[in-house]
């Protein structure tokens, strides 16, 4: 039995797997599965300037897609041809319209 990795995540996010449904949650980085594809719509607003900043610096700027690589021991995502691995708490902090198309931040990207 593994406690950590899609059965953890899960059993943490349950709404995030029911098919046709869309959830009020937000939609975010560390909500994701590995190989989801996502396009980045803003950032929490308890995010603190520098660390916006300093994300904006590695690349994560909304309107940019990203893929998600690894889930556990920390969120790894591809930009483009960089790999940028982010902490849990973190990652919860970026918000993301998911591969089906719909934004579920409550931002529009512009």
């Known amino acids: 039995m593994r406690l950590f990795g899609q059965q953890f995540r899960r059993r943490w996010h349950p709404k995030r797997w029911r098919k046709g ?53 920390v969120v790894v995502v591809l930009l483009e041809h960089t790999e940028l691995a982010l902490e849990n708490g973190l990652a919860s902090q970026v918000w993301v319209i998911d591969g089906s198309g719909y934004n579920t931040s409550g931002t529009s990207i512009s």
Do not use: C, K, M, N
Not at 48 to 72: D, F, H, K, N
């Open 21 to 73: 449904q869309r959830s009020i949650q937000r939609a975010t980085l560390a909500s994701l599965q590995p190989g989801d594809r996502a396009t980045l719509s803003g950032f929490a607003p308890g995010l603190s300037t520098e660390r916006r900043s300093q994300l904006q610096a590695y690349g994560l700027i909304p309107g940019r897609q990203v893929q998600v690589l690894q889930i556990w021991p």
